[in-house]
């Protein structure tokens, strides 16, 4: 939940009257528009942020995880576990906030093994409440997605990652 009152308290407390932040975008449709939403909202707490603005041409390449700030589109993964090795786990290759949590690795290497259910997923719950309150990642957005199809579709399978049967609808659906 966005608390201005907080937030500026935070950047009170730590000496902090302005913050110039480079924002790269160019990963996903609207991204520029989410940028500039994010700016104007910090403005309330006096951080100043600049919305630079990339082609997509090499964001991956050139932009993702080569500077401090930049947008980033995560799609579904079809386990927690997933997810989290995928962007969170110390040394990861797509560590994108550079999150390094020695609690956090030993937690999901003893969840991974774990054989009750419910233990396991308030450990998978335990590893998500580390990066929400201490991972260097702001999330502002989660999609919700939705097939949708009729009789005449084939070809069309939900998917646990992202929708359109996983972005290959064009490739798999057919109509008859």
Sequence with gaps: MWRPDKAAFHFKKAGVSAL???????????????GVMFQESL????VNMDVK???GDGYWDNVWMKVPFCSVFW???????????????SGGAWNDTHF??????????????ELNEAKRREMYAECQ????EEAGMVCFAVGDQMDG?????HGLESHARYDMNDNRLAEKGWFA
Excluded: H, M, W
């Excluded at 110039?20 to 989410?34: F, N």
């Excluded at 199809?149 to 579709?153: F, H, N, P, Q, Y």
């Design 149 to 153: 199809g009729s009789a005449r579709l």
């Design 53 to 55: 603005r990339v082609s």
């Design 20 to 34: 110039e932040v480079q924002v790269s975008d160019g990963c996903y449709s609207g991204a520029v528009d989410s």
């Design 100 to 113: 390094k949590s020695a609690r956090l690795d030993k937690l999901v290497v003893e969840a991974r093994i």
């Design 75 to 89: 799609g579904n993964r079809p386990t927690a576990d997933l997810q989290i090795s995928t962007q969170f786990l």
């Design 129 to 132: 409440r580390i990066i929400s």
């Design 43 to 46: 403005k309330k707490v006096g």
